[in-house]
């Protein structure tokens, strides 16, 4: 309580330093920072996080305590942490479907964060390993067996730390592609309960797309087919586009 109060008196303060430097007149000055103050620590609803947190402990059947947190969460960007709040809630609320969109949206962030850890890794293990000779010697020399072993020209450090960038390479790639089958999941959730809705076939014959799903794709972008009649259509030509170029993939 001391700590908020003197937050509060520094934000005093520093608000009436700015008045007197003629900073920031009008109703963005002290009143901002008095409210700042006083809402320091509390999601964009009122409730802070962690009394949200304790909500959903005591009472893990309580949906809009879930909904709430997931809100709560998505603000602070935290995705992680949202996923499994609004996992909790479409577990409490199967039939919300803007919530299971928002849930695979969340999922779909998290699979770009992934592969942009991803990308990094390639490039990092890149720059760790030795260069190849433009003009090797013969592989049967020392030296041209020596280049064929690209560890043998490494110091230890420069080992250790390429099979630490190959890791958290095989990391990065075994997460993206967890968290975009769970994309698909999560849209395939929102067909089935909106499945009149081409937007929603759409999102998940991507989805399904992007998780080298196939079957699942070609049926998701048929689907947008027959319900939007207008060959004009710019999600009609998107679907027909990708049906196209997935035709030959599911023969083989």
């Given amino acids: ?85 609004l996992s909790q809630y479409t577990g409490l609320r199967p039939k919300d479907g803007d919530a299971l969109a928002e849930l695979a949206t969340q999922y779909n962030q998290q699979a770009s964060r992934y592969a942009t850890d991803y990308q990094n890794s390639l490039q990092a293990a890149a720059v760790l390993t030795p260069p190849r000779a433009a003009f090797p010697p013969a592989a049967t020399s020392p030296l041209g067996k020596a280049l064929a072993d690209p560890k043998a020209l490494q110091d230890p450090i420069s080992a250790t730390l390429q099979e630490q960038a190959q890791a958290t390479q095989q990391t990065a790639l075994s997460n993206y592609q967890t968290a975009i089958k769970n994309a698909e999941g999560a849209y395939q959730k929102l067909a089935k309960l909106t499945p009149k809705d081409p937007n929603a076939q759409f999102q998940l014959g991507q989805a399904a797309d992007s998780a080298g799903d196939t079957k699942v794709a070609l049926a998701a972008y048929k689907a947008v087919v027959k319900l939007v009649p207008l060959k004009t259509d710019p999600l009609r030509t998107d679907a027909e586009a990708r049906i196209k170029a997935l035709v030959p993939t599911a023969k083989k």
């Fill in 1 to 85: 309580m001391h700590a908020k109060w003197a937050f509060v008196l520094l934000a005093l303060v520093f608000g009436l330093g700015f008045v007197f430097l003629g900073i920031g007149s009008g109703s963005n000055g002290i009143t901002d920072a008095l409210q700042n103050a006083f809402n320091f620590g509390k999601s964009s609803g009122g409730a802070s996080i962690s009394s949200l947190e304790h909500k959903t402990q005591k009472n893990p059947l309580d949906a809009k305590a879930w909904r709430d947190l997931a809100t709560a969460y998505e603000t602070k960007q935290r995705t992680n942490d949202a996923i499994i709040a």
